[in-house]
Nanobody, 120 residues
Framework: QVQLVESGGGLVQAGGSLRLSCAVSGRTFSITGWFRQAPGKEREFVAAIHWSGVRTYYADSVKGRFTISRDNAKNVVYLQMNSLAPEDTAIYYC???????????????WGQGTQVTVSS
């Protein structure tokens, strides 16, 4: 049984940093993605990483500020978020095994999400 559990969300001031974690169990040899969804908006792609950790992908809006990484020994995928801005406020979800392209929110497995709130 595949499970994804996010943690690390919280309230931070603009310019601050947070590190999200996604603990994966049951299956790890796949692309893992981070998505976010703000109130009233569609879920959008943030970043993704190949299971080997060699290839990473980022949305233009977070490139240079966010870093995705993984520790396969611990089965955890991280999202380091720096220089946070109020527009980064959203529920952040990790997802495993995309059905199609990695940037499309169609994955076979999803976590429950973790709230990130950035105050101005």
């Amino acid at each position: 049984q595949v499970q994804l559990v996010e943690s690390g969300g919280g309230l931070v001031q603009a310019g601050g940093s947070l590190r999200l974690s996604c603990a994966v169990s049951g299956r790890t040899f796949s692309i893992t993605g981070w998505f976010r969804q703000a109130p009233g908006k569609e879920r959008e792609f943030v970043a993704a990483i190949h299971w080997s950790g060699v290839r990473t992908y980022y949305a233009d809006s977070v490139k240079g500020r966010f870093t995705i990484s993984r520790d396969n020994a611990k089965n955890v995928v991280y999202l380091q978020m720096n220089s946070l801005a109020p527009e980064d406020t959203a529920i952040y979800y990790c997802a495993l095994n995309p059905v199609g392209d990695y940037y499309i929110a169609q994955y076979n497995y999803w976590g429950q999400g973790t709230q990130v709130t950035v105050s101005s």
